[in-house]
């Protein structure tokens, strides 16, 4: 019996700049975002870690949409 197993968008796990034309950065997608919720909160690893949860959840769109709006420079 196969059981429904969900995962974690997997552009959280690539580097910006394979993800975004835009970018140049190395950085994983997962590890910017990190960083930019943590320079947004006063660098409070509990919130941050709050504020990550849902995206384990959002579908791939979701994922980039927040990164466009929020990490684009």
């Given at each position: 019996?196969?059981?429904?197993?969900?995962?974690?968008?997997?552009?959280?796990?690539?580097?910006?700049?394979?993800?975004?034309?835009w970018?140049?950065?190395?950085?994983?997608?997962?590890?910017?975002?990190?960083?930019?919720?943590?320079?947004?909160?006063?660098?409070?690893?509990?919130?941050?870690?709050?504020?990550?949860k849902?995206?384990?959840d959002?579908?791939?769109?979701?994922?980039?949409?927040?990164?466009?709006?929020?990490?684009?420079?």
């Amino acid at each position: 019996m196969a059981e429904n197993i969900e995962t974690e968008p997997e552009v959280l796990n690539l580097p910006m700049a394979d993800v975004f034309e835009w970018s140049d950065d190395k950085t994983v997608v997962r590890d910017a975002i990190w960083d930019f919720i943590m320079e947004s909160n006063g660098r409070d690893t509990i919130k941050t870690e709050e504020t990550m949860k849902p995206f384990l959840d959002m579908t791939e769109a979701q994922v980039k949409d927040y990164v466009e709006k929020n990490l684009k420079k």
